[in-house]
């Protein structure tokens, strides 16, 4: 038995977004039902380079399949600047649950880009409005073509606005998509009074605030990994119906951890988690609701989730590398 290993190409090209939208929410309801083992992420702090070390496990099991693995990644500001290398680099482990035998070894950043832009879809479908066609964008990185990529999957998005301080990134994203969406250059509050709004920026002052939205804007709130960080104001969390992912993360790192921590927030200003409104126990959208934030942090179980269909399918399609790394006779 072999392990397969798979380059950013071979994760782009297996880890078919509808396919990873439907396995992120599935991955969402096992964790609801408490199906999913999912230890808090770890932490290596390296002051001396500046960087540090995060592991994140996940075991989960749904009706028709069980899944394991753990991503390894880490965040190094300088090393564009110092050495020609991004500044978050992933790899992740995917594991047979039963002999634990590593599947397979693949880049995690490719599949931690199309897992976050699965979870925006997920969040999106049950709490944007039915008729969302346009989606605003504020950043324009990396993090930005899965948003599109994997909302435009669940709702009928015909017109993008997106706005970034970096005339580049802008150009960039245009192009990308220029020749299947309307997409233009716009300001933070011609995309926030889109029907759907992602917010992927690193800022930790507030950029987006109520005035910025539509009355029934669905906002994706992606930036905020770090406690400190925060992206929307706090008049628009609190005038809106917020759903998170996960309690714990979100309240450390979250877009809510700081005027959670400031008192501003309360657990009375949590709708729901995301698993609930997957599974039925909370409502989404109605009829009556207005802003809607879906503070996403990123799960490890949205990782193995979406690492299990990008393995399943490059067997099928004998992509990525098989090599022997297991002696199978000691």
């Known amino acids: 038995m072999e392990t397969l290993l798979l380059d950013s190409d071979d994760v782009d090209s297996n880890a078919r977004m509808s396919e990873v939208i439907d396995a992120v929410e599935a991955a969402f309801a096992a964790f ?16 001396q380079y500046n960087g540090d070390f995060r592991s994140m496990p996940a075991y989960l099991e749904t009706a028709d399949w069980d899944a394991a693995g753990l991503k390894w990644v880490n965040v190094h500001p300088d090393n564009p600047r110092d050495h020609d290398l991004p500044t978050v680099l992933g790899t992740m482990i995917y594991s047979d649950p039963e002999t634990a035998f590593p599947l ?19 969040a999106t479908d049950y709490l944007a409005i039915d008729d969302a066609a346009t989606l605003g964008i504020v950043g324009a ?8 990529e994997a909302i435009s999957q669940v709702r009928p998005i015909e017109e993008v606005i997106v706005s970034d301080l970096d005339d580049e990134r802008i150009e960039r994203f245009i192009d990308t998509f220029g020749d299947e969406f309307d997409v233009r250059e716009g300001s933070i509050s011609e995309a926030g009074h889109c029907d759907v709004l992602s917010t992927v920026t690193p800022v930790e002052e507030p950029i987006v605030g109520l005035e910025d939205v539509g009355d029934r804007t669905h906002v994706n709130a992606i930036g905020a990994d770090a406690a400190g960080k925060h992206e929307l104001t706090d008049d628009l969390l609190e005038a809106a119906t917020i759903v998170i992912d996960d309690y714990e993360q979100c309240t450390h790192s979250g877009e809510i951890n700081v005027p959670w921590s400031a008192g501003v927030l309360t657990d009375e200003d949590i709708h729901a988690e995301i698993g609930e409104v997957v599974v039925g126990t909370t409502a989404g959208r109605t009829d009556e609701t207005g802003v809607t934030v879906f503070d996403s942090t990123g799960l490890a179980i949205q990782d193995v989730a979406a690492a299990r269909v990008t393995y399943e399918n490059a067997r099928a399609n004998d992509a990525g590398y098989d090599f022997g790394m297991i002696d199978p006779g000691r």
């Open 32 to 47: 609801e039902r408490g199906d999913t083992q999912m230890p808090a992420k770890s932490y290596i702090d390296l002051p």
């Open 104 to 122: 397979a070894i693949m880049d995690g950043t490719e599949l931690t880009m199309k897992r976050t832009g699965a979870a925006a879809a997920v």
């Open 141 to 148: 990185g990396v993090q930005s073509y899965t948003q599109l």
